[in-house]
């Protein structure tokens, strides 16, 4: 069994007792399992005799693969960015520097936590993608797996959004707030994310 990069979030996320790893990680674990399957189905689907070429399936297959490793390392950082605002949040506030130097971490930690699962939901969104580009033209066997990928992929995206969404109410620059709201609503409405700029 390959040791994955996320493997740490998702004992955190199963362990009962931690009560700091959560949605943002279990969403970014959802869209990697969503990749590792979409990734699957494109496999068997190569020799297939069907429409698209046995390279299209290889390329769909590498990639959903280096997206899955991606979400799950995804579902680390998540954990540690929450860690990093608890850390700061615990902060001493005893003199006026103190509390400003605290406060500046504060925003600099919410800042890092919500850019992690807006990257993670547009990673999961590369996978929607992908997914529908494979809808119609894998291997008639393994169509239920490639739906159960298109659903935790929507999931994951989702719920990474729902994070991203939850941060940004505590980011007090509004330009920087304003640009992560941006890029989220652009996922929220389905545009890929080569369109957007910002």
């Known amino acids: 069994m390959i040791d994955h990069p ?30 590792a399957l979409l990734a699957m189905v494109a496999r068997l689907s190569v020799g297939k ?12 297959a ?18 540690q960015a929450f860690d990093a605002v608890r850390a700061a949040y615990q902060l001493p506030r005893s003199s006026e520097a103190q509390r ?4 500046r971490a504060i925003q600099s930690a919410l800042v890092h936590a919500t850019y992690v699962p807006l990257t993670n939901a547009e990673h999961c969104q590369r996978v929607l993608q ?22 935790l992929a929507y999931a994951g995206q989702q719920g990474c959004l729902s994070n991203v969404e939850t941060n940004l109410r505590a980011i007090k620059d509004t330009e920087t707030r304003a ?6 609503e652009c996922l929220r409405e389905g545009i890929p994310v080569s369109d957007i700029s910002l």
Request: hydrophobic letters at 40%; glycine letters at 8%; aromatic letters at 4%.
């Open 6 to 35: 996320g493997s740490e979030a998702f004992r955190r996320i199963l362990d009962p007792a931690d009560n700091a790893t959560g949605g943002g990680a279990a969403a970014a674990i959802a869209g990697a399992m969503a990749a």
């Open 49 to 60: 005799g069907l429409p698209k070429p046995d390279t299209f399936y290889t390329a769909v």
């Open 62 to 79: 590498a990639e959903a693969e280096t997206i899955s490793r991606q979400l799950l390392a995804g579902a680390d950082d998540d954990a």
């Open 100 to 103: 400003q130097e605290r406060s």
């Open 130 to 151: 992908l997914c529908r580009m494979v809808q119609d033209h894998c291997n008639p066997n393994v169509i239920s797996d490639l739906e159960c990928a298109g659903l």
């Open 179 to 184: 640009k992560l709201a941006r890029r989220a």
